[in-house]
């Protein structure tokens, strides 16, 4: 038996007797809206990508098995996006608010010569999607301070020598309820499952099988709306990589192809509303979504992680 996500009026599991809504859930209700700070500008000497000014990327064919030469630069940006996440996270705690951490992380990308990949990308307003709680993915940073309880995805993404490497993680922020760490906990295993089925010969959905398979058995949903992606010299190309069983997606998978695999993991319900912001995606009945991204490289046998720190 595992620890079941409270609901609102189930007694608290700390013991307190209280309800869990008016105890540890208690300052953690809706996520809403907060105030945008101004837009980070970023230094004229940083290399950009094609939307940094327009808002649009610009797209063409590129192709799904990258040149030993890009998959080099892939590594860079990779292990440089890790290492920014990895320090974005080691920020997070009560009472930081989101758009502190957006400012670590554009700072941090800008000084080891990258450009913060979701700035301007299809018009998002800042450098780092932080989603907290019901929110799946694409969180706009903002004033809202990160509450005990609360769990926080950061997804950082960098380029840097003309590619881009993207990566997330789910923390708790203080004491968080045996309901989420399980969440936390199982959505890990989602990603390492899903990247251990990557593997030359076989179709791309292999790892949405791999994924459903795990988070089904475990009471959880998989998020359907987003999915991984082809990336590269584009933060998306159109290889698409759900993290739920598709027939369809009979891409066969061949060593030097590069892509993320992100599932969305959902303690109730997979399906999703959008905020009148246009980017922040949250589930439909509030339950709360963990989430782990790594960008990667198909090899002979398997898989190389990119997204990786490198000390
Ligand atoms: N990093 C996200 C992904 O995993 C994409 C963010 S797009 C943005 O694909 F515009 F919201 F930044
Ligand atoms: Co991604
Ligand atoms: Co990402």
Redo the contacts with the bound molecule.
């Keep these: 038996m595992v620890a079941p996500v409270l609901k609102p009026n189930d007694p608290c599991w700390c013991g307190s007797g209280s309800k869990f809504k008016r105890c540890h859930r208690a300052s953690t209700e809706r996520v809403r809206p907060g105030r945008l700070s101004p837009t980070r500008p970023v230094p004229a000497h940083i290399p950009r990508p094609s939307y940094a000014e327009t808002g649009i990327p610009k797209d063409w064919d590129e192709p799904l098995v990258k040149s030993p030469e890009v998959i080099e630069r892939m590594r860079r940006a990779g292990r440089a996006a890790a290492e920014v996440l990895r320090d974005a996270a080691a920020l997070v705690k009560p009472g930081i608010t989101t758009d502190e951490l957006d400012a670590f992380v554009h700072d941090e990308c800008i000084r080891r010569g990258g450009y913060p990949?979701?700035l301007n990308?299809?018009g998002?307003p800042k450098s780092l999607?932080t989603s907290v709680n019901e929110v799946i993915?694409?969180g706009i940073p903002d004033n809202r301070r990160l509450e005990d309880g609360d769990i926080v995805n950061l997804?950082v993404?960098i380029f840097l020598d003309g590619v881009h490497g993207?990566t997330?993680l789910t923390v708790p922020v203080g004491t968080v309820d045996p309901g989420s760490l399980r969440l936390i906990e199982v959505t890990r295993e989602c990603t390492a499952l899903g990247i251990a089925a990557v593997r030359p010969g076989q179709p791309v959905n292999a790892i949405g099988r791999a994924i459903q398979t795990h988070a089904e058995a475990n009471g959880f949903e998989v998020v359907r709306a987003f999915i991984g992606?082809g990336i590269g010299e584009q933060?998306?190309t159109n290889l698409q990589i759900p993290h739920y069983y598709e027939r369809r997606a009979r891409t066969v998978m061949e060593p030097g192809m590069t892509f993320?695999v992100?599932p969305m993991i959902s303690a109730g319900s997979w399906d999703h509303d959008i905020w009148d912001d246009d980017?922040t995606a949250v589930t439909v009945d509030n339950s709360r979504v963990a989430q782990f991204?790594h960008t990667l490289v198909v090899t002979d046998d398997g898989a190389e992680i990119l997204t990786l720190p490198g000390d």
Aim: aromatic content about 22%.
């Design positions: 990949s979701p990308y299809r998002f999607c993915c694409h997804d993404t993207d997330n992606h933060f998306h993320t992100e980017w991204e």
